[in-house]
Each structure stands twice: as structure tokens, then as C-alpha cells.
């Protein structure tokens, strides 16, 4: 994948519009296009303590997880990004699909506090790459300069 173009693409969204809202649906749906076999790809905001779900490509999704919770709550509590080969094999893990086999959880920061995750499943075991994190990294980094969670 070119995470050069994407971050490149995800600079203009940023900078044209910054509100977590608009960015977040648009950068979730400009990976889900981009991305090969993925089930599932959205953000989870910070709101009272807890993750709720933001815009996102995909089935349904949980609506609440708490940090420690799941992945995505690890990932928070944590303030690490996490890569799972097999969901099955996490203690804790909360499926919102059943399909899902592995997982990769991005934490999104800004004002030096987590504010979000990015969450991206997929129906085949050992989907992500290291170099899909980091790309995936380098990717929030770019929405990290620019977001804004009041519009």
C-alpha cells in the first residue's frame, strides 16, 4: 500500500477540514478502499472515560468499550499501538464481528492526552504486517497534527 499518497490525501482532508467528524469518516473510508481484505475499519473517540464509536466503514459495531477492555481498550490504557495475529488468542478480546481474526489498534493523540483509536479487523489470521503499522502510524500522525474535536 502507498502510505505516502494516503498521508498525502489525509494532509488535505486535515487541512480543509479538521473536526474529528468529517476527517475521521473520511480517512476511514478512503483506507477501507484502499486496503485489501479488511472487514472492518472505523475510530473510537474518548467520551467520559471510555471509548464510543465514530465513523467507520463496516457491520455494525460496539458502541462502548472500556479502556482495558477489548484491543482497542489495551491499546488505550496501554498507550501502545497493537497488532494481533489471532483475536482468539487475546485475553479479554470483544467481538463485534464474529468474522474477525486479527486486529491492529492505532491510538490517536492531541493535546497530550489519547483522544481516539484507529481500528482496523480482518477476516484472515495474521493480516497486518509491521510495516502496516507503521505505515498506519505515520498516517495518524498526520490527522494527530490537525484534529480538532469541537467543530
Not at 21 to 50: H, Q, T
Not at 75 to 98: K, L, M, N, W, Y
Not at 115 to 136: C, H, N, Q, T, Y
Request: charged content about 25%; proline content about 6%; glycine content about 8%.
Amino acid at each position: 500500500m502507498d502510505y505516502e499518497m494516503i498521508k498525502k490525501t489525509v494532509e488535505g482532508f486535515a487541512e480543509t477540514e479538521p473536526w474529528y467528524v468529517p476527517l475521521m469518516s473520511n480517512v476511514s473510508a478512503l483506507l477501507y478502499e484502499e486496503m485489501e481484505d479488511i472487514n472492518w475499519l472505523g475510530f473510537y473517540v474518548m467520551k467520559n472515560g471510555e471509548l464510543v464509536v465514530g465513523p467507520f466503514q463496516g457491520k455494525v459495531a460496539c458502541i462502548r468499550i472500556p479502556v482495558g477492555k477489548g484491543v482497542c481498550g489495551t491499546a488505550v490504557r496501554d498507550d501502545e499501538t497493537i497488532r494481533v495475529d489471532d483475536v482468539h488468542q487475546f485475553p479479554g478480546h470483544i467481538a463485534c464481528d464474529s468474522a474477525s481474526r486479527s486486529e491492529l489498534v492505532i491510538p490517536i493523540h492531541r493535546d497530550g492526552g489519547i483522544i481516539g483509536v484507529l481500528d482496523i479487523d480482518s477476516p484472515s489470521p495474521a493480516r497486518f504486517s509491521k510495516e502496516d503499522a507503521e505505515g498506519l502510524k505515520s498516517v495518524v500522525a498526520v490527522m494527530e497534527k490537525h484534529i480538532t474535536l469541537t467543530p
